[in-house]
């Protein structure tokens, strides 16, 4: 009963208020609601295409180079695509090739790459002057901040080398260098020397020897019953060498009386 009157009386308002019967007013509000998804079906932008996934090549494995010079590092600063993309903390690489987008070409860290930019990181400063492995001179803060980053490059990334350190050479150096030889082959040299100077000496000691034994062999000793004759008869003839020269002394007195 109730459905019927409110059907009834809504039946009433349509023709009062549209002048229309029910039938034709439904019929006139579906064409409209037809319409109006049809213009804006036309008239509304298309919806975005789906994101698409980035199709990114897998990293190739770190190569280990071991211990290269800092102009070496230099050909691994990312301009090289096919190459990896190193940087270095306190002598130490690491391959950042992970992380191109930040350390590659047009990234904000680029200018570490290929370098050795431990005293940048602890000043954390971009200056040219600063992209160097010298960290003499700072402070406890700043020994700090390069700490850090070193903890966080060694948790991140593969260390696939050091920085070798090349010693320039002097003169100086290479003058102690042959003075030390030339002081090294001279005590080489002595006792050779030395040796020959004894074999010699040796040899003139047999000689003197040898010659000594030869002056005996023509001399032989004298005995010494034959010294004391000899000694004897020299002093008997010395005493009657002065009894005649007292005689004649005695004789020519005198003949002078």
Do not use: C
Not at 206 to 213: A, F, I, L, R
């Amino acid at each position: 009963m109730a459905v019927a009157e409110a059907w009834e009386m809504a039946k009433k308002a349509i023709e009062a208020y549209t002048g229309m019967s029910p039938a034709t007013f439904f019929t006139v509000l579906a064409v409209g609601v037809a319409l109006y998804h049809t213009l804006v079906g036309f008239l509304a932008p298309p919806p975005p295409p789906p994101p698409r996934k980035r199709e990114t090549e897998p990293l190739p494995p770190p190569v280990q180079l071991g211990e290269i010079t800092e102009e070496e590092l230099r050909a691994y600063d990312g301009s090289d695509p096919k190459k990896p993309l190193l940087m270095a903390i306190k002598s130490q690489i690491y391959d950042v090739s992970q992380s191109r987008m930040f350390y590659g070409p047009g990234g904000p860290y680029a200018l570490f790459a290929g370098k050795d930019a431990s005293r940048a990181l602890a000043k954390m400063s971009f200056e040219p002057q600063d992209l160097t492995s010298d960290i003499s001179g700072l402070g406890p803060f700043e020994l700090d901040a390069l700490q850090d980053w070193e903890y966080k490059f060694m948790s991140k990334y593969v260390k696939v080398g050091t920085i070798k350190k090349e010693v320039p050479a002097t003169e100086g150096s290479d003058d102690t260098t042959t003075s030390e030889i030339t002081e090294i082959s001279t005590h080489e040299d002595a006792p050779a020397e030395t040796s020959a100077d004894a074999h010699r000496s040796a040899e003139a000691t047999v000689d003197d020897g040898k010659v000594g034994h030869d002056h005996e062999a023509e001399h032989p000793a004298e005995s010494p019953a034959e010294l004391n004759e000899n000694v004897s008869s020299s002093y008997k003839e010395e005493a009657a060498d002065q009894k005649a020269e007292l005689k004649e002394a005695a004789t020519g007195e005198g003949a002078k009386e």
